[in-house]
């Protein structure tokens, strides 16, 4: 599986943002798609995850700005991003889990992008 991200950018505080993720590869195999982020010198963190049934969770603060959506037959994932935030800023991963041929999961990481939010 192969994860390409697309979206990042600069905003001021305030101001909003869309993500979006393509899968490619072996894409019928993939269960949880999700979005993760890491700012500068912190742990990555989880910013939000859907399903194959499109149940969504999503990490601490970002429920009421941050939504996630998937097209499971373009294989892809979306992140909206309103009301962004100055500690928003960070460098944004999208994962998927996918089981192999004997059913154990693996973890797949696009190349990451960027997000800037100025106060």
């Known amino acids: 599986v192969q994860l390409q991200a697309s979206g990042g950018g600069s905003v001021q505080a305030g101001g909003s943002l869309s993500l979006s993720c393509a899968a490619s590869?072996?894409?019928?195999?993939?269960?949880?798609m999700s979005w993760y982020r890491q700012p500068v010198g912190k742990a990555r963190e989880l910013v939000a995850v859907i399903n194959l049934d499109g149940v969504t969770n999503y990490g601490d603060s970002m429920k009421e700005r941050f939504t996630i959506s998937r097209d499971n037959a373009k294989h892809t994932i979306s992140l909206q991003m309103n009301d962004l935030k100055a500690e928003d800023t960070g460098t944004y991963y999208c994962?998927?889990?996918?089981?192999?041929?004997?059913?154990?999961?693996?973890?797949?990481w696009g190349q990451g992008t960027l997000v800037t939010v100025s106060s």
């Open positions: 994962h998927a889990r996918a089981p192999n041929y004997i059913g154990r999961m693996y973890d797949f």
């Open positions: 590869g072996s894409v019928f195999t993939i269960k949880d």
